[in-house]
């Protein structure tokens, strides 16, 4: 081989070489799995991310940067399919954070209001996908004859890939356990039970009605400031496993799932939630991420396809 013919050669391979290193680095990575996935799936994610940003209700500048700088890594690095987020600022918040996932969009986030003046809320719910999105919206709560809980629900209807069928998502944020009475305590739980009622409902009407043998499976997650732990005197959990939802820190020892961190007057304990139907039952799992981030630690659910087709 002549010294021309080698140069040329080698130019090529180099070439070849430095192609692939651009595509590679242009394709978005896919999501991180555990070794023991052995099958393609959707990996689902809820965090409730304390007043993002800022970590309070009134932060500003300085205070909200460095909290979005501390958490957009975190997020990228668990790298979800189907992201549900609670204690969102606005749409702007969570679509500059939804950014730093390869794919991952905004689906729809809340605008909730107060009940009693009409003041904007600041601790919206939002639901992000790099799933097909074929519908997204945001409820309020009704009022009852004597309750009006807060805030609302964000619901979306994600098609599973390769098929014509739906994953129907929900993020919620339950009424939190501040009080200052025993009836104020009582009223807490009485709320957090009527938001559960009108939730069922609304699903039993998008099932039966609106997306009729549409819809493959159910996912609720979120913050529900409840457990299963005889902690608090409301029927969430047992409401939402009568009405034929898996929950899916059912079988997980109580110190593997204390998602809030805990205060300075209460203990840590178990919070945030993922309840499913019609897609067998994943086991929910805690994610951990600095303190500096928020009160609250993500939590992850794995949905392989097989359990969405069958």
Same mark, same amino acid.
Request: charge should be negative; glycine fraction near 6%.
């Given at each position: 081989?002549?010294?021309?013919?080698?140069?040329?050669?080698?130019?090529?391979?180099?070439?070849?070489?430095?192609?692939?290193?651009?595509?590679?680095?242009?394709?978005?990575?896919?999501?991180?799995?555990?070794?023991?996935?052995?099958?393609?799936?959707?990996?689902?994610?809820?965090?409730?991310?304390?007043?993002?940003?800022?970590m309070?209700?009134?932060a500003?500048?300085?205070?909200?940067?460095?909290?979005?700088?501390?958490?957009?890594?975190?997020?990228?690095?668990?790298?979800?399919?189907?992201?549900?987020?609670?204690?969102?600022?606005?749409?702007?918040?969570?679509?500059?954070?939804?950014?730093?996932?390869?794919?991952?969009?905004?689906? @729809?986030?809340?605008? !909730?209001v107060?009940? +009693? =003046? /009409?003041?904007?809320w600041?601790?919206? &719910?939002?639901?992000?996908?790099?799933?097909?999105?074929?519908?997204?919206?945001a409820?309020e709560?009704?009022?009852?004859?004597?309750?009006?809980?807060?805030?609302?629900?964000?619901?979306?209807?994600?098609?599973?890939?390769?098929?014509?069928?739906?994953?129907?998502?929900?993020?919620?944020?339950?009424?939190?356990?501040?009080?200052?009475?025993?009836?104020?305590?009582?009223?807490?739980?009485?709320?957090?039970?009527?938001?559960?009622?009108?939730?069922?409902?609304?699903?039993?009407?998008?099932?039966?009605?609106?997306?009729?043998?549409?819809?493959?499976?159910?996912? @609720?997650?979120?913050? !529900?400031?409840?457990? +299963? =732990? /005889?902690?608090?005197?409301?029927?969430? &959990?047992?409401?939402?496993?009568?009405?034929?939802?898996?929950?899916?820190?059912?079988?997980?020892?109580?110190?593997?799932?204390?998602?809030?961190?805990?205060?300075?007057?209460?203990?840590?304990?178990?919070?945030?939630?993922?309840?499913?139907?019609?897609?067998?039952?994943?086991?929910?799992?805690?994610?951990?991420?600095?303190?500096?981030?928020?009160?609250?630690?993500?939590?992850?659910?794995?949905?392989?396809?097989?359990?969405?087709?069958?």
């Amino acid at each position: 081989m002549s010294q021309k013919t080698y140069l040329a050669l080698l130019f090529s391979l180099f070439s070849i070489f430095l192609f692939g290193c651009q595509a590679a680095a242009q394709s978005p990575s896919p999501t991180p799995a555990p070794a023991s996935r052995a099958e393609p799936g959707i990996s689902i994610v809820s965090w409730n991310i304390e007043w993002y940003p800022g970590m309070r209700r009134f932060a500003r500048g300085e205070e909200m940067r460095a909290h979005a700088e501390r958490v957009k890594p975190v997020l990228a690095e668990i790298n979800p399919d189907i992201f549900l987020a609670q204690e969102m600022r606005d749409w702007q918040s969570f679509a500059e954070l939804t950014d730093v996932v390869p794919g991952l969009r905004p689906a @729809v986030v809340s605008m !909730f209001v107060s009940p +009693q =003046d /009409g003041s904007y809320w600041r601790q919206q &719910v939002a639901i992000g996908s790099k799933l097909y999105t074929k519908a997204a919206w945001a409820e309020e709560w009704r009022a009852g004859e004597d309750i009006h809980p807060r805030r609302g629900f964000t619901a979306a209807l994600i098609r599973i890939p390769n098929t014509f069928r739906f994953l129907l998502v929900y993020s919620v944020h339950l009424k939190s356990n501040l009080s200052r009475s025993e009836e104020e305590r009582q009223r807490n739980y009485d709320t957090r039970d009527e938001s559960i009622r009108q939730l069922l409902a609304h699903i039993r009407h998008m099932q039966d009605t609106v997306f009729p043998d549409r819809i493959a499976g159910v996912v @609720v997650g979120g913050d !529900f400031n409840t457990n +299963q =732990d /005889g902690q608090f005197g409301d029927n969430v &959990v047992s409401m939402m496993v009568e009405a034929g939802f898996f929950h899916t820190w059912s079988d997980v020892p109580r110190e593997e799932r204390l998602t809030w961190r805990g205060s300075d007057r209460f203990q840590p304990t178990t919070f945030d939630h993922f309840f499913t139907k019609g897609v067998g039952e994943p086991r929910a799992e805690m994610l951990e991420v600095p303190d500096d981030t928020s009160d609250h630690w993500p939590v992850r659910i794995f949905i392989p396809f097989s359990a969405l087709r069958e």
